[in-house]
């Protein structure tokens, strides 16, 4: 959920608009309880960007199935409505394969919109629907989705040079909204920053947890995710400290065009190949 920052009317401090008083000076905010329902809804309601990146990772999903040869309940519970890896290559999985053999560098936006299973990308979508609402009300939602963006390509990146063959999942992007949460907790500093930061780190320490004890996961891509969404975040930038500014949208829409891009050209070689 999205934890959004006012000014306190009497100290001047940026404080978290869920509580009544300034987490600085103690002073009563005025907000009414309404506006800030208001603005938690305006950073996660319908048609935002993050029901958008929810869409495209659904209808890729479906897509997969459809391009599949693979039904049924495979592989157990984690393979349920699993499409096979042949579908998945066709739609952009990456990884040192299809990167440095093949030269499907493109491979690297794509691989975040794709997913191995029902509970693959029922698990990531709903890390992505409680993190992105609050990454978009701290930082924007141009900035968001840059980081988004930013992070799948620098988790990807990463797990291409410690020699991951074949990598998919929302997961890398999803770890850079998680690191750069983590970058604006430190950054920002008194009560709320602190909070943020002990929230965000019990996050990172279950991710290093349920990466050690879960075959297949690639820790690889969650790192890089993460310290690409930290960094990201460092040049960024977030909206206590500079609004969003028109070179921010620009690159949101550069980010937005190749992604679209990138999706359309995945799916017309996966579809040509199938019926052509």
Not at 33 to 61: D, M
Not at 99 to 123: C, D, K, N, P, Q
Not at 243 to 265: D, K, M, P, Q
């Amino acid at each position: 959920m999205a934890h959004p920052s006012i000014t306190c009317p009497n100290c001047g401090q940026p404080t978290d608009a869920r509580y009544g008083s300034c987490l600085w000076c103690g002073a009563a905010l005025s907000r009414p309880a309404g506006a800030v329902r208001r603005v938690l809804s305006s950073a996660s309601g319908p048609g935002s960007a993050i029901n958008g990146i929810i869409a495209a990772n659904v209808v890729f999903y479906l897509l997969s199935l459809f391009l599949s040869k693979r039904t049924g309940l495979e592989g157990g519970l984690f393979g349920f409505l699993s499409p096979d890896q042949n579908s998945l290559f066709l739609l952009g999985a990456t990884g040192t394969v299809p990167v440095f053999e093949m030269g499907r560098f493109w491979t690297l936006i794509s691989a975040s919109y794709l997913h191995g299973g029902l509970l693959h990308i029922l698990f990531n979508m709903m890390a992505l629907r409680q993190i992105g609402p609050w990454v978009s009300a701290e930082f924007g939602t141009s900035r968001m989705f840059v980081i988004y963006t930013a992070s799948g390509v620098a988790g990807y990146v990463a797990s291409c040079f410690a020699g991951i063959p074949f990598t998919i999942g929302a997961s890398a992007s999803v770890c850079g909204l998680i690191g750069a949460l983590f970058y604006f907790g430190k950054s920002r500093g008194g009560n709320y920053g602190a909070a943020v930061s002990r929230e965000v780190s019990g996050w990172l320490i279950s991710l290093v947890v349920f990466g050690l004890i879960m075959p297949g996961i690639n820790n690889w891509g969650h790192g890089g995710g993460i310290m690409g969404g930290i960094i990201a975040a460092k040049i960024l930038g977030y909206r206590e400290r500079s609004r969003e500014s028109a070179a921010h949208h620009a690159i949101a829409i550069v980010c937005l065009v190749a992604t679209l891009a990138v999706l359309a050209w995945a799916a017309f070689l996966s579809l040509a190949y199938r019926f052509l």
